[in-house]
């Protein structure tokens, strides 16, 4: 459900070994959702400019079903531009971070959307919790 995606222009070797876990972390922490839904994608060695040159940046997008608005966002916003300074040394001048809100029938796991998982179970059948249910 949530998920983090980066794309940038530093090389693959400059992702610490933890960054990906960290960045679930807090995309869990911040969504209240269980890690084991929240997904990390990042693709690196982009050929991208940001303004003028070449200098290290990233776009980022955070997508998630539900946890999104304007107060959310905010918080994302401290969040995520300073992990991705300080573990990827990107300015945050050179950072962009959008948000797509899911809807939930558009969403799918194991077969079936999150609409049918969450809305349409039946009574007292409780709402996945992780993807071993």
């Known amino acids: 459900m949530p998920r983090f995606c980066l794309e940038t222009?530093?090389?693959?070797?400059?992702?610490?070994?933890?960054?990906?876990?960290?960045?679930?972390?807090?995309?869990?922490?911040?969504?209240g959702k269980p890690e084991t839904?929240?997904?990390?994608?990042?693709?690196?060695?982009?050929?991208?400019?940001?303004?003028?040159?070449?200098?290290?940046?990233?776009?980022?997008?955070?997508?998630?079903?539900?946890?999104l608005g304007i107060e959310d966002n905010k918080r994302y916003c401290n969040v995520f531009f300073k992990l991705i300074e300080e573990y990827l040394g990107i300015s945050q001048k050179k950072i962009w971070l959008t948000f797509t809100e899911n809807l939930p029938e558009f969403v799918t796991f194991k077969g079936k959307s999150f609409y049918h998982i969450t809305m349409c179970r039946d009574p007292g059948t409780p709402i996945i919790h992780s993807p071993d249910e």
């Open 9 to 31: 222009n530093i090389p693959s070797k400059q992702i610490p070994e933890n960054f990906m876990s960290l960045c679930v972390q807090n995309l869990s922490k911040l969504t």
């Open 37 to 67: 839904f929240c997904v990390c994608f990042i693709q690196t060695d982009q050929n991208m400019f940001f303004g003028d040159d070449d200098k290290p940046c990233a776009i980022a997008n955070i997508s998630s079903i539900g946890g």
